[in-house]
């Protein structure tokens, strides 16, 4: 059973913004409440390590990115629509991934590492090319 969906990617050119959304599917009768709970924002090339890039938490908002991501990119909640979403300004090349959201149940966020995140999204593909 699919816990969270994400929507948004896509190609983009380079110096371009992306807006990415974490869900839960309405559908599920354990459905994940986002607003309960931190979630993170992850990448994957192939061959590579999956990279975090920010981290919110639902016990008093704060954020934590990457030194990758910071200045660029900006995760931030909705709280009455239940999402999470994540958006990048001045994209380059470099960027383009597989992106995925995540939680695993905490509502503080400590640290964006994958290894403590154990419910996925199916992953959406970003590409910026010219």
């Known amino acids: 059973q699919v816990q969270l969906v994400e929507s948004g990617g896509g190609s983009v050119q380079p110096g371009g913004s992306l807006r990415l959304s974490c869900a839960a599917p309405?559908?599920?009768?354990?459905?994940?409440?986002?607003?309960?709970?931190?979630v993170g924002w992850f990448r994957q090339v192939p061959g590579k390590e999956r990279e975090g890039i920010s981290c919110i938490s639902s016990s008093d908002g704060n954020t934590i990115y990457s030194d990758a991501a910071k200045g660029r990119f900006t995760i931030f909640r909705d709280n009455s629509k239940n999402m999470v979403y994540l958006e990048g300004n001045d994209l380059q090349p470099d960027d383009t991934a597989t992106y995925y959201c995540?939680?695993?149940?905490?509502?503080?966020?400590?640290?964006?590492?994958?290894?403590?995140?154990?419910?996925w999204s199916q992953g959406t593909q970003v590409t910026v090319s010219s």
């Open positions: 309405e559908s599920n009768l354990n459905r994940i409440n986002l607003n309960r709970v931190l």
């Open positions: 995540a939680t695993e149940g905490g509502t503080v966020c400590a640290r964006v590492h994958y290894i403590v995140f154990d419910i």
